[in-house]
């Protein structure tokens, strides 16, 4: 059953439906809630409400083939607002090295420089404006396309570009040393 | 060629995104292979790229499914508790009336029981949820200049 299809059903009250649909997107949603809010806890609750939504809303959902961008304009929206209350950014809590099967083999000086690269990237990621951050994950992280991150931002394919464009320049300087604490 | 570096740079981000025509991506490859400060750009654009990818993700340790299941049920239940003190009421109303009228009829006015997932949809209609151009798309006006 593609996503489409699924939401049909679940606009019909199908509980196993929906089921799926959860199970099918919750690992991509979480993972990008997470980079966008750098709170494992708030992006764990923000993945519920985002799925919530989903289903109060499933019988406007028109079938086009455009969950996903769908699905992530819920949950990127429910992400601004969070960052725009909040204010602060939590950026510290969570230790994704402690997380990377890829670091278990590591000595302990090798882990610490991941470690410290790490956290290093998601402070440039957090001092990026939301915008900026929200279309930078989802074309690195979640590899959309311009039109399918148009479809999650209501931009054009054209502006994402000038997103992504600006995000990068800032990244640079960021990553290279200049700005960074 | 001023001008012509600087097209190519701002199509930089483009072709690293894979989002260039194959005609456009050859163009632009060509010219950073022979324009120097083109190149360093392309390959700055690529090291960021590259530096992202040292961020591991997150993963979901237990599924999220249990608590939206369990959070959507409560809301049917929150949403169906006046409905449910109505009935009762009622119920009562009508068991008073029987017996002050006469014997009883022997029907369950009250007779309730576990609302269908199915229903549940209905509870999210037009009144209760506001409109996603509402919820979801009305925060652009308040969003910083990016």
């Given at each position: 059953?593609?996503?489409d299809e699924a939401m049909a059903r679940v606009a019909q009250g199908?509980?196993?439906a929906f089921r799926l649909l959860v199970l099918r997107w919750e690992q991509p949603v979480f993972r990008f809630l997470e980079r966008m809010i750098g709170s494992e806890e708030e992006a764990r609750d923000l993945s519920q409400e985002t799925f919530l939504r989903v289903f109060s809303q499933a019988r406007r959902y028109r079938a086009a083939g455009r969950f996903r961008s769908w699905l992530f304009r819920i949950a990127g929206n429910l992400a601004r607002s969070r960052l725009r209350r909040n204010s602060v950014v939590r950026?510290?809590?969570f230790d994704p090295i402690l997380h990377d099967p890829a670091s278990e083999g590591d000595g302990p000086d090798r882990r610490l420089e991941r470690k410290e690269t790490a956290e290093r990237v998601r402070r440039a990621l957090a001092r990026l404006p939301h915008r900026q951050r929200q279309a930078l994950l989802l074309r690195r992280y979640e590899e959309m396309s311009y039109r399918e991150i148009a479809g999650a931002m209501g931009l054009t394919q054209a502006a994402v570009e000038s997103l992504l464009q600006r995000?990068?320049?800032r990244l640079k300087k960021d990553l290279a040393g200049k700005g960074d604490r | 060629m001023r001008e012509r570096e600087n097209h190519v740079a701002d199509r930089l981000q483009a072709l690293v995104d894979g989002e260039l025509s194959p005609e456009e991506e050859r163009t632009v490859r060509d010219h950073c292979e022979q324009c120097e400060r083109c190149g360093s750009l392309l390959r700055e654009v690529?090291?960021?790229y590259r530096r992202l990818g040292d961020l591991p993700p997150a993963d979901l340790e237990e599924s999220l499914w249990p608590v939206v299941q369990g959070r959507l049920r409560g809301r049917?239940?929150?949403r169906s508790l006046p409905f449910a003190?109505?009935?009762?009421a009622m119920a009562a109303a009508g068991i008073l009336i029987g017996l002050l009228l006469g014997p009883a009829s022997g029907t369950d006015p009250a007779a309730g029981g576990e609302t269908?997932?199915?229903e549940m949809g209905s509870l999210f209609d037009e009144s209760t949820v506001p409109t996603l151009d509402t919820v979801y798309l009305g925060l652009d006006s308040e969003e910083e200049s990016q």
């Open positions: 059953m593609n996503d199908d509980e196993e950026w510290v809590r995000a990068m320049e | 690529e090291d960021v049917t239940a929150r003190v109505g009935a009762s269908t997932w199915a």
